[in-house]
């Protein structure tokens, strides 16, 4: 089965001259800028409010994306054109009035997987739909058989949480408190998630009253039309980047570290074909569908496809559904990329679909090696900690920082969120204030990024105490295979997550470990994968393998491994009394 969302591009329809397209383009970033300050500033989970895993968008009358919300998330936004199909198939257009608001979290109706809700709400102006307001978000608990909601030995998508088919969340701008009350009575600690779904609604409606401004300052058939104008633009400028890569098949392959039923790697294959200004992608040759959560739904799969496309080519320029509309997808049904419902999903959401981007960048690397990175850590590193038989209280989510491959100009970036997320962490002290956690140590790890002429980036490794029992669950990736380098570069160091118990004897988990009980006393060291290097080690100049040795990116024996230098003993040096004094043969 082949999927493709490829679009015409509109022609012969009437252009607002260049100043009016201008002042309202402008004017529709920045009702999305205020949705999403609105509805950072309202949430109740930690999540949302410190981290930031939301995302807003502005679509038109068909669903496609015209304006997504600045350093938002790609693996939710790419998504939202299929998400809001799912949502008209059920309620066409003119089954829509002034007031009504549509929710819903199927990841087999076009959504990500079941912790992420989608809430849209048409805009009327002169008696007919002009858009929608929208807001996906990670809801910290769904329900299920275990707080946190990923379950990850659920052998189907019934077994990980409350889903919900597109619904009418409001009717005529009543609110349906039967369909609440079911949310409520299905999830862990009601009162944030119904604080952020008020969150949610909140955002809408400030949008729409900002779209319904520039209707009446500059006429809703003008608004109209500078809608499809962003989304012709867009296309033009992504037609004219593709055009930059040369023609070809290029081919790659990665894979994921298994899920929570084997180690078994998953294989994900692309075949990325390039004709004149169009892209076609295609995943036939990967893995069948997984047996765990780590299998990617369809709108998972374009989300990380068109952020790689979208991050070579034109990452300068906004992206929306005109950026798509030149890249065909194809995805065999059955598949890791495509699975059949009722497979699992939670894990794929952001497991599977980094490695979903790794592999379409390698597969361009060849074609445009001064623009591919090295490989990311390529995993977002879950960690949920939840006091035992959690009802009302909080459930810590958090996301991990990772490493940036480097690339042909500079080192990979260090402890920061890539490729298809974008969220923050929590606050140390603001975990521990609302989680059984002390966190003993966080810092940067040594040794983790790649070696290479440039460095990969390294990850993050946390150290947490349990101060009650707990229930422990960690959906990574990277504890066995390690991110690629790129024209001889090291891979970046694979993840660890050790365990030590009271009793002081240790246990290595792995990186799809399911709910776990933890005994209080239990210390956690999570420390997540490294990004892969850029070029031969040999040729990085030594005095930034100095400056890395004196900054604890690396230790004396990567020095001498890694890079084939010398490290001697420098009492009169402040950074620690090591300086790398000769140059020799790499290992």
Not at 76 to 100: A, F, N, Q
Not at 360 to 370: H, K, N, Q, R, Y
Not at 387 to 405: F, K, N, T
Request: some cysteine.
């Amino acid at each position: 089965m082949t999927v493709t969302d490829q679009q015409p591009p509109a022609t012969g329809a009437a252009q607002l001259d260049p100043i009016t397209f201008s002042v309202v383009d402008s004017g529709l970033r920045a009702a999305v800028a205020e949705m999403k300050a609105v509805v950072l500033r309202t949430a109740y989970s930690n999540l949302w409010r410190e981290a930031g895993d939301l995302s807003c968008a502005l679509l038109d009358a068909e669903g496609q994306i015209v304006v997504q919300g600045v350093g938002d998330i790609p693996i939710h936004l790419g998504s939202m054109p299929l998400t809001m199909r799912g949502v008209l198939d059920r309620y066409p257009v003119e089954s829509m009035e002034p007031g009504d608001v549509l929710l819903q979290n199927d990841p087999y109706r076009g959504n990500n997987h079941l912790p992420d809700y989608f809430m849209a709400k048409p805009v009327f102006a002169d008696g007919r739909v002009v858009a929608f307001t929208a807001v996906r978000g990670h809801y910290v608990d769904i329900g299920g058989p275990t707080p946190g909601s990923y379950y990850t030995l659920a052998r189907d998508v019934y077994g990980e949480g409350l889903r919900m088919p597109p619904v009418k969340l409001f009717r005529r701008g009543v609110v349906d408190q039967d369909i609440l009350e079911i949310i409520t009575s299905n999830v862990r600690n009601p009162a944030e998630r119904l604080g952020d779904i008020r969150s949610q609604h909140a955002g809408c409606v400030t949008a729409e009253r900002r779209l319904l401004d520039y209707c009446e300052r500059y006429g809703t058939d003008a608004v109209v039309t500078a809608m499809r104008q962003v989304l012709d633009v867009s296309e033009q400028r992504a037609r004219a980047a593709f055009r930059e890569i040369p023609d070809g098949e290029y081919t790659f392959t990665d894979v994921c570290d298994g899920d929570s039923f084997s180690t078994d790697p998953i294989q994900i294959t692309v075949q990325v074909t390039v004709r004149g200004d169009e892209i076609a992608i295609d995943f036939d040759g990967s893995s069948p569908q997984s047996r765990g959560g780590m299998n990617s739904p369809l709108g998972v799969t374009h989300s990380a496809a068109h952020f790689a496309v979208k991050a070579l080519t034109e990452p300068h320029t906004p992206s929306n559904s005109g950026s798509y509309r030149p890249v065909s997808i194809s995805a065999p049904l059955g598949t890791i990329v495509n699975p059949r419902s009722p497979a699992p999903v939670v894990a794929g959401n952001h497991e599977t679909s980094a490695r979903i981007a790794d592999v379409v960048l390698g597969a361009l690397a060849p074609a445009v090696p001064d623009l591919v990175p090295a490989a990311g850590t390529g995993s977002s590193s879950v960690l949920i900690v939840a006091r035992e038989h959690a009802v009302d209280d909080a459930i810590m989510y958090e996301v991990h920082g990772a490493g940036q491959g480097g690339n042909v100009q500079v080192d990979g970036a260090n402890a920061r969120r890539t490729s298809i997320g974008n969220t923050g962490n929590t606050p140390v002290e603001l975990l521990e204030a609302t989680n059984p956690v002390r966190v003993l140590s966080y810092e940067l790890r040594t040794d983790g990024g790649g070696a290479g002429r440039h460095r990969g980036g390294t990850g993050l490794a946390r150290l947490v105490e349990f101060t009650e029992d707990v229930t422990v669950t960690i959906v990574a990736d990277r504890d066995q295979s390690r991110p690629y380098g790129l024209w001889g570069g090291s891979p970046g160091a694979a993840a660890t997550f050790e365990l030590t118990h009271p009793d002081g004897t240790t246990e290595v988990l792995g990186s799809k470990t399911p709910p776990r009980s933890v005994a209080a006393g239990s210390r956690l060291l999570f420390a997540c994968a490294g990004a892969g290097g850029y070029g031969p080690a040999s040729e990085r100049d030594p005095a930034q393998v100095q400056a890395d040795l004196d900054d604890g990116y690396v230790s004396t024996d990567a020095v001498e491994r890694d890079y084939g230098l010398t490290v001697e003993a420098a009492p009169d040096r402040l950074e620690g009394g090591l300086v790398v004094v000769a140059a020799g043969t790499p290992a």
